[in-house]
Every structure is written in C-alpha cells, then in structure tokens.
C-alpha cells in the first residue's frame, strides 16, 4: 500500500523512484525509461540532456502525470501520483504542474492575456481574479504591452514567455520545460533564459529537458541521460561556472 | 490523355485510401437525388389515367350545377336547361337531382353528394362501372374512390340517410372531384370544404328528423337563411349549409327523390359535351354568372374538365412538389456535408497536397484530383439516385380509385436524368470549389508542414465563455474556432427541422380535414414520412461529419486543455456540446422555417402541429446530435495529449 508523506521543509518537491516505462514486448520491447531514481528540491531548477531518444521527454510526462509508468514510484509534494486516476491527475495538473513546450502551444485564436488566464479558468478561478493574475504575470515576463496581442502578432521569444506566464498561472510547485528554447534564435533564446533565470531566483523549482548547454548552463543541476538510465549528475553554480553563464548570455 | 489518367489514379487511390469518407458523401448525395428523381418523375402523372377516364365514360367538359337559393324558392333549373341549349354545347346530360346525406358502412359516416340518375346509358357523363351494374331500385352505386374509402363493393349493405340500400356497383367519372373533395353547386370547385361539424352524427337514426324522427328539415336561422343544395332530413344544418368532405353515390331519380320530403330543396346538375373542349374555360367566362352574380347562391357553378382534372392532379401535385421540395432540402444538408467533409478533410490530409506539389503538380492539378473523386462519387450517387427513384416511383404515382388505370409506366426521360446529374454534379462542384481553391493556393512549404487553418476569433464570445463552467467554456470556444462549421451545423438542422415541421403541420392539416374513411390523400402522408426520413438520414450523416471535423479540428486545442488541467471528461463533454448549441439554436430556426414553408406550400391556412410534438422534436434533435457526437468526441478526448501535441508542428 502506497502511503503519501507530507513533504518536510527541506525534502524534495519531485521525486522518482525506480521508475521504469517499457513499450512493446518481446523482441520488440523498448525500454524508454529503465530505473530512473530523481529528487528535485524545492527552488530547484534541474536541467535534463542527452541525445535524442535516450528518455527525456518520457520522464518528463511521468513527472507531469500525462503518462504512467510501467512500473516505479512518481511524487509529487509528498503525494505520490503514479495511480491516480485520470481525473485526478487533471486536477493535479491544475492546481500543481506548469508545462512549457517546445512548440509553444499557445492557441492562437486567444491574445496573450487570454491564453495565460486560461489554466486559472480551467482551475475554477472567478474571470476577473483569474485576468488580473494573467496581467500580472504577463508583466513579470515582460509583455504587459503585448497582452492583447494574438500568438501570430508576437515573436518567438515573445511567444515563449507568454507561454512561461501561463505555465506560472496557478503558482504550481514545479514547472515542467520541454525544449523551451528548441524553436528560438539566439536572441530569443537569451531573452527567454533570462527570464527563467529570473524566475528561479524567485523560488520557482524548474524541470528542463533540453538539447541546449546554455539552458543546462542556468541549472543548479544538470543530469545527462542515455538509453533511459541518468548517467551524468552535475551540481552547477553560476558564479562558479563562468564559461557557462557566458555561454548562456547571462552574464553582466 | 496522360494527364487525365494520372489525375483518375489518383483519385481513385485517395477514395480508396478513405472508404467511409466516399461512403457518407455517396449517401449524403444520393439521398438529395433519390428525392429529386421521385420530384421529377411525379410530374403529370395524372394526366393520363383522367383522360382515360374521360374517354370512358363520356366524361364532360363542364359541369354545371345549380342550388335553391336558402329563401324557400327551388333551384333555377331553368338556367341549366338555358345552358344545355347554349351555342357551342353538342350533347348534355341531366338535370339530374342531387342533395347532400350521410352513408354508413362498414361502421364508417360520411357525408355524400347523392345523385338521381337514369337508369339508362346516357351520352354525356356515363360513369364507367369498374364493379357491379348500374343503378336501379334499391341499388346505389358508389364513386370508386368513396367505395374504396368506405372500404365496400357490388354486393355490400350501406344506409343513406338511414334508409338501406344494396350497393349495386361501383364507378368512376370524370365529372367529379376525388373523395373527399366532391363539390357541387353552391360549393365552388376547388374550394375547400373542410370544416366538420363536431358534432358529426354517428348514427342517423339518432338525429332529429332522422328515421323515427320529427319529418322535414331543421329550422333554417331567421338571420341566416339556408342555402346550397338540400340538406338531407337526417343532417343537421350546417352554418353554410355544406358540411365536410364528401363522397358521391348514384341512385335512381326515385330513390334520390325520396330521400327529401322537401323536393324544392334539391340542387340540380347538367354535364355538357362542348364542341370544343379545349374552349372550356372561355364557355364558362361567357355562360357562367358574372361578377356578384357568380357568389349569389343561386347563381349555377360551372366546373371546366381541367379544374376537375386539376383536383385528381392536386393529390399527386402536393406529393410531386413535397418530394421535389425535400429534395432541395435534402440538396442543400448534401451541399452542407460536403463542404464539412472536404474541408475536414483537407484540414486534415493537406500534407498530401504538399506531396503533390513538391513532386510538381500545379494547383489545376490539386484542383483537379479533388474535383475528379467528388465527380465520380457525385456521379455514382447520381445513378443510384435515379435507379431507386424509378424502383419507388410507381408506389408514388399510383393514381387512386377515382381514376381507370395505372401508372404502370413513370415518364422516365432523358430530361430527369440530365436534371438530375447536373444536380449531383453542381453539388460537387460547388461543395469543392472552395476547398479546391484553398488547397491550390497553398504554398507547398506550407502544406508540407501540415499547417492548420488558423481559427477564427470571436472575441466576444470568448469573453462570454470565460463565465461559464469548464464543458460549456471549452464548447463556446470550440464552436466560435470555426464560425463557417458552426454556421453549417445550425443550417443542417434548421433544415432538417424546417422539413420535418412542415411534415407535421401538413399531417395535422390532413388529420384536422378528417375524411372518413381511407383518405386517399393518406398517400401524401407516405412520402412525407419518406422525406422526414431522408432529412433524418441526411441530417445524422451531417452531424457525423461535422463532428468529425470538428474533432480534428480540435485535437491539438483539447489536448492543450488537458495538459493545462481539463479532464478527458469534461473535454468530450465540451466537444459534444459544441454541437448541441448550434442544434438546439438550428432546431429553434427550423420550428419557425417549417411553419413559413408549410404556409408557403399549402392554399390553406397552415395547422401547427401540436405543441408537444415541436417540443419532442427540439429536444429529440439535441439527444440525437448529442448522442451522434458522443462516441467521436470521447475518442477523440481520450487520445494521448503529449502524442497529439507532439504530432503537430509550430
């Protein structure tokens, strides 16, 4: 039987233990997760890369509830959420989870304004509560001017940090970031870095999948994966990690 | 010739690769041009059993009739023997006596215009005996159509007016309207008589005056003196003096006689035989009672053979322009099915396009694929259209008891197959026109990242949306994406509706005419039944497509809401009430269409049918679309999020 413990002060926000997710059977059996143990504290940003295919954007469903494990164990704020129904794990993603996209997923017939408050309306939050907490985040993502602007009216970086501030809507414990700079220049790139970076100096605890050594450059943490197994764990520190932050655009 | 062969290949592939696509879109075709075809081929069916009959029985080519005038003073017989012996009439027939009473058999009571007849032939208006012989004492003869309805035959036991009589035959004319409509003096032909008294005698011996009753007449009004043709003893006197639909029977001129104690109370009718016949309508104008005269009550009524002719055609008339109005109903859901289908599709197959393009195929090319399958399935369904329309027709047309023969053969012409092809090639056309175009004008880098059309914004309902609950907020803002499908969804049903409503007021309308009997006109109820069944099929294949289109459409939005915390429940849920709200505000549009297009097509004043059937239909046609859409929008909620939003594109 499955006990959920409150988490403590200082425990983890997000833990795995032994988390597997085989697909396929046989000779055909594919292993996109095999044993993944993950403890991410709160605050914490942990940056997660590897090559294509080694199981990145597999843990990082198991993490958000949008999939369950073969087999292993997924907590989430001392409450483990691998066996909970459908339903539940919608309410989870509501009031607990922000997901960033490669792609953005904003959808484009609603402004920006429109798109952040959309996870508070969804939550049950009341049209002017949840308004005025999408403008409030729009400003601290920088696009207080942009909130009546549609997705197709907005760069790239733009469109991303829209995309953060809906993450932010519902104050989740963790943010999950799936490639949130795969489809940006180098600009936009920086413009969105800094802002994560600026929400992780704020508390905000971050799970990123990335390809990009200039997101894994703002982590505290950076795990490498392969073949479905952490292989890597790196323990960053910015002052510490010149050559990084450089890298990332994030110094001075 | 290359080039037609490779655009047949290919698509002939895309048809294949998508059966149940060109399965709904054959279906949604071929029901609008089943309908048309039955529409086309009704056409003048009647013609030719009336003629027949006319030739048979001597049949003349114009009827008049005459009836006392309500102040105590018998008919003007006068004034039909004038018209007898009027320049231009070669023969007549009559003045044969007539008076209206009530017939039972059978457990059935109608009304009858009763005629005094010859027992001998005569050379105008001979009605031609299709069973038993002619009339003689103590033998009635019935119209074929009266006899039919009160379902007896040469043989069979009738009262009239509670006196006993053998039916000695039955008989058809082409002096006469069909049952019900029998309309002489001071009926006007073609007038509607439908008002009933609702205390309609059952049993005439029960009625005043009636056998064993008080003699004579009931007492007319002081304020309104009666009129038209002599009420029977047994019948009470109606405010105008006719009551209902009515049959028509022959007796001997004794036997009619003594049914009236009040023998100035009869009304009398000449047939006359013009040398003309086609100057018909002129000998009336110049004979008939002109201007105030002709409302007099007194005044005779002329009836030209093609006014007769006109009220055999009328039944199948209403049958010909209900098919052919379903039909363009039945068009226009199709045309409604296939802009949702194609443009679904496209939507959803528009990396095909790219494929095409990029290998080198020019937008005529696109163009010319995608109007080459809907051609082809446009074609097919052209076909067997046509072959279930000639199949069904005969069951249509048949021309009634009033008339001699059948419609054996239905008029089958070059000219119904031509409408009828370039009906379902319009269809095509049209339906893919805009699509085409779309397709062709997209750019190839375009199509080949697999783009979706970019929704529309309804700001204003996005905003309404905001205060309501998760389902009805997804629903508004799924149905305001697509504004065009939206608009389609509530056409469909409105149109759907509008038939169906216009089904039921004209079967309330038949129903509140209330003939006796086996009313011939039960037959317009079939092929309303037909239409209001081709519409449902019609509509439900729309709901299937716009439902499905409307789930593609929406995959990548759903998805997103349930990342962002929407359960799978209320997302399908959401998707289904998409289409309930256009239903319900469609169904709402067809309830006052039906009602419009049943005044439009109707002479009479239109009968809304009964509350509790518009209230079943609104609420039947929400149920049915939610249940229609209930299986695709679960399917389509419970699909992976991350799988279809890994699936698209930027």
Known sequence: MVVSEPMTRMGPILCTRGLQMRYGQGTGLVRALDGVDLQVAPGETVAVMGPSGSGKSTLLHLLGGLDRPSAGEVWLGGRRIDGLSERALSRLRRQHIGFVFQSFHLLEELTAAENVELPALLAGQSPRTARRRAVELLERVGLADRAGHLPSELSGGQRQRVAIARALSNQPLVVLADEPTGNLDSAATVEVLRLLDHLRAAGQTFVIVTHDARVGATADRLLTMRDGVLVEETRLTRGGNGQLAALAGLEG | MGRILLVCRLAVRDLRRRPAEAALLLLAITTATTALTLGSVLHGVTSEPYQATREATAGPDVVASVAPAGDGRPADVASLRALAEAPGVVAASGPYPYGQTIVEANGVTA????????????????????????????????????????????????????????????????????????????????????????????????????????????????????????????????????????????????????????????????????????????????????????????????????????????????????????????????????????????????????????????????????????????????????????????????????????????????????????????????????????????????????????????????????????????????????????????????????????????????????????????????????????????????????????????????????????????????????????????????????????????????????????????????????????????????????????????
Not at chain 2, 418 to 439: K, S
Request: aromatic residues 4%; proline residues 8%.
């Open chain 2, 111 to 650: 009304t009858a215009w009763t005629q005094g007849r010859d027992t001998d032939p005569v050379r105008v208006d001979q009605p031609a005996l299709t069973d038993g012989t002619w009339v003689h004492d103590g033998g009635a003869v019935l119209e074929a159509g009266f006899a039919a309805a009160l379902g007896v035959g040469a043989g069979d036991q009738i009262t009239v007016d509670g006196e006993s009589f053998r039916v000695a035959g039955v008989a058809v004319t082409a002096a006469a309207d069909p049952y019900p409509k029998v309309c002489f003096a001071p009926c006007r032909s073609g007038e509607t008589l439908e008002d009933v008294p609702e205390d309609l005698p059952v049993d005439p011996a029960d009625l005043p005056g009636g056998p064993g009753g008080t003699s004579g007449p009931p007492a007319p009004s002081p304020a309104e003196p009666p009129v038209g043709p002599p009420i029977s003893e047994a019948f009470p006197l109606g405010a105008a003096g006719i009551v209902g639909p009515s049959g028509l029977l022959w007796l001997t001129e004794a036997d009619a006689r003594g049914l009236f104690a009040d023998q100035d109370s009869l009304g009398y009718v000449v047939n006359l035989a013009l040398a003309d016949p086609a100057g018909a309508s002129e000998f009336v104008d110049a004979h008939g009672p002109q201007g105030a005269a002709a409302v007099e009550p007194a005044a005779p009524t002329l009836a030209t053979w093609t006014s007769i002719l006109g009220e055999h055609d009328r039944i199948v008339e209403q049958k010909r322009v209900t098919l052919l109005v379903g039909s363009w109903l039945l068009s226009g859901l199709a045309v409604a099915s296939i802009v949702v289908l194609v443009g679904g599709r496209l939507a959803d197959r528009l990396r095909r396009v790219g494929l095409l393009k990029a290998v080198g195929g020019s937008p005529s090319l696109i163009a010319a694929v995608l109007l080459a399958e809907h051609a082809a399935v446009a074609l097919l369904a052209a076909a067997a259209g046509l072959t279930v329309g000639r199949v069904t027709a005969p069951l249509l047309t048949e021309p009634g008891a009033s008339l001699l023969g059948r419609a054996g053969e239905v008029p089958f012409t070059l000219a119904t197959i031509g409408l009828v092809v370039a009906v379902a090639l319009g269809i095509a056309g049209l339906a893919t026109l805009v699509p085409a175009l779309r397709a062709a004008r997209t750019t190839t880098a375009s199509a080949l990242a697999d783009t979706a059309r970019p929704p529309r914004r309804m700001a204003w309902l996005i905003a309404m949306s905001a205060r309501m609950p998760t389902p009805l907020l997804l629903a508004v803002r799924v149905a305001a994406r697509r504004p065009r499908r939206t608009l389609l969804g509530i056409v469909g049903i409105a149109i759907t509706v509008t038939g169906i409503v216009a089904a039921l007021a004209a079967h309330a309308h038949r129903a509140a005419e209330r003939a006796p009997g086996a009313d011939p006109r039960t037959e317009l109820s079939e092929v309303l039944l037909l239409i209001t069944v081709m519409l449902v099929v019609q509509a439900a294949v729309n709901a299937i497509c716009i439902v499905w289109a409307t789930t593609i459409d929406a995959k990548r939005s759903s998805a997103l809401a349930r990342v962002l915390g929407a359960t799978p429940g209320q997302v399908s849920v959401g998707l289904s009430v998409a289409q309930m709200l256009p239903a319900l505000a469609g169904a709402l549009l067809g309830l006052a269409g039906g009602i419009g297009l049943a005044e439009f097509l109707d002479d009479d004043a239109v009968t809304i049918p009964p509350v509790w059937q518009l209230i079943a239909l609104l609420l039947g046609c929400v149920l049915v679309i939610a249940a229609l859409t209930a299986t695709p929008a679960r399917i389509g909620a419970r699909r992976p999020a991350m799988e279809v939003l890994h699936g698209e594109r930027p």
